[in-house]
């Protein structure tokens, strides 16, 4: 009984070592273990069968998508979020300024400026395009909502 008591307490002293060893090494390199933990629990997000190929601003993630009707919210064919670390005047001007031929603005934002969000229209190919950019905190990635409904 003595042997399963030291042997007991070895194990917890070490198991207390390595809580706090790691617990140091989280503190000293937390970009590190925020970069590990983000992806753990990151699940891959794919776009629906049909959505439109539309032109993606580069770099940005895809974060979710809808392609049925929600209760209570205005229903559109898909939507779709990305999400990049740009800011909202940069990603919208993107959008706005885009070369491809199929790509046109019907309602450029109201604000070109606006640094919180702003929205716009376009109309690619057989496709009305509403576009949402927003920051909603300085900590937070720029959002791009995106909803698309046949013309």
Do not use: C
């Not at 207390?16 to 273990?33: A, G, R």
């Not at 450029?108 to 109309?123: L, N």
Request: net charge negative; no cysteine.
């Amino acid at each position: 009984m003595f042997l399963f008591k030291k042997i007991g307490r070895k194990i917890s002293v070490l198991l207390l070592i390595i809580l706090s060893v790691t617990t140091l090494l989280i503190i000293k390199y937390p970009q590190f273990f925020s970069k590990i933990f983000k992806n753990v629990n990151k699940q891959s997000v794919t776009l629906p069968e049909g959505f439109p190929d539309l032109p993606v601003y580069p770099k940005a993630e895809l974060s979710s998508h809808y392609d049925e009707e929600m209760e209570g919210e205005i229903e559109h064919k898909y939507e779709a979020t990305w999400e990049i670390n740009e800011s909202v005047p940069v990603v919208m001007d993107w959008f706005t300024n885009s070369k491809n031929n199929n790509w046109k603005v019907i309602i450029p934002p109201f604000d070109p400026g606006a640094t919180g969000a702003q929205e716009a229209v376009f109309e690619y190919n057989e496709w009305n395009i509403y576009i949402v950019v927003q920051k909603r905190d300085i900590s937070d990635p720029t959002y791009i909502y995106v909803s698309v409904d046949p013309k």
